[in-house]
């Protein structure tokens, strides 16, 4: 387990000595290679006419632009696999997707595209100087179009400090959908599961936990409901004078109010429900109800006054006002997704993550992670 579980997003200045760091120097080889190129043009007059030779313009600046290219491949693979570059792993920072892993090559291309469009715009009026051979007025075109288009690089690498959800996001992070986290002050995401984990939560030493009757609508089968039985039978003694009796019902309903106790027919003695606790990602640790629900500003239907409410905060509003609905039985708990925007979904222990179909009740075991939007909760025994 990592050290530290929180994610930091990186500061403004971190990110911008990052791109300094990566982009000087290529930028220096180009410029000294293009100065060298233009020192060496000629100028000779023909029939009336000035001609300039500009081979050791075209033989250095192509050098230049050659290896230019080549550094700026290399170092959008190496990015766009790790979120590593060079300025990166000097600064402390790793470039991620939304859910915290390497954020790809077409991502990282969208970024730069946006960061060095003025760059770009330079290099094209370059190449139409040389293609065309305005020499006289190359200075007068050239250097206003270098500054701008650095200006608007600096522009949008510091535009994050103004990004109103934690400086998660510049600009070009916005339209790549890409995150970046300081991994000196916080958790590397990449290396570490992403941005829901994982996360440390062992829960208490208990006896093994009696099972009873899933509350979902014909999810008694008739070999469960022998085990069951029998199991029954081995306890009834030490847990019928503490527990109530509820029958179980066959058309029972997610929803629908329950006991702490589950019976199976009306023959079987009563079962108790092992008490649960969740462990959320922003270090909370909480014991679960029987039936809770989950969101930004969570609120039950008409009918669901007595439900346990558990709000969570999400400056980026990736998860609902009502999210998910948990109740508790069959060892577990019934998570519903609440019909939310960006779904919910389950990782259990032997990291099998699987979706949450909305309205859809889904056993959850203890030692499972619940990820609902870009939250999540582990699922321990208390």
């Known amino acids: 387990m990592p050290g530290k579980l929180e994610l930091v997003p990186a500061a403004a200045g971190k990110r911008l000595g990052a791109a300094v760091l990566d982009w000087l120097p290529p930028v220096t080889i180009l410029t000294v290679l293009l100065a060298v190129g233009f020192a060496g043009i000629t100028r000779t007059q023909s029939g009336g006419f000035i001609v300039y030779g500009t081979s050791s313009l075209v033989l250095f600046g192509g050098i230049g632009a050659g290896l230019t290219l080549i550094y700026t491949v290399v170092l959008a693979m190496l990015e766009g696999r ?36 003025g760059v770009l715009l330079a290099v094209i009026a370059a190449a139409a100087v040389m293609a065309f051979q305005w020499f006289g007025v190359a200075v007068l075109v050239l250097g206003p179009l270098l500054f701008l288009g650095t200006a608007w690089a600096v522009l949008v690498v510091l535009s994050s400090a103004w990004d109103r959800n934690g400086q998660l996001r510049g600009w070009h992070d916005t339209a790549a959908k890409t995150l970046v986290f300081d991994v000196k002050s916080g958790r590397n995401p990449v290396t570490t599961g992403g941005i829901q984990g994982p996360y440390s939560f062992a829960p208490l030493d208990l006896p093994p936990v009696r099972q009873v009757a899933s509350p979902l609508a014909g999810a008694a089968a008739a070999a469960s409901a022998t085990a069951a039985a029998s199991t029954a039978s081995e306890t009834a003694a030490a847990y019928a004078p503490a527990a ?9 309903h997610p929803d629908d109010d329950h006991d702490r106790t589950q019976v199976r027919g009306n023959t079987q003695a009563p079962v108790t429900v092992a008490m649960l606790r969740i462990r959320l990602d922003d270090g909370r640790d909480i014991e679960l109800d029987r039936t809770a629900l989950i969101g930004r500003n969570p609120a039950g239907h008409p009918g669901e006054d007595s439900v346990q409410l558990i709000p969570v905060a999400d400056p980026v509003r990736s998860i609902s006002k009502t999210h998910l609905h948990l109740l508790a039985g069959n060892g577990g708990v019934w998570a519903t997704d609440r019909n939310s925007t960006n779904g919910s979904a389950v990782t259990t222990p032997d990291g099998i993550r699987t979706a949450l179909a909305a309205g859809e009740p889904t056993h959850v075991r203890p030692g499972s992670t619940v990820h609902f939007g870009d939250r999540s909760f582990y699922l321990g025994q208390a």
């Open 244 to 252: 109530a009796s509820v029958p179980f019902h066959p058309d029972t």
């Open 82 to 117: 790790s979120g590593v570059t060079p300025g990166n792993r000097l600064m402390g920072i790793r470039s991620t997707d939304a859910d915290g892993y390497a954020p790809g090559g077409g991502a990282v291309f969208l970024r730069g595209l946006i960061t060095g469009a």
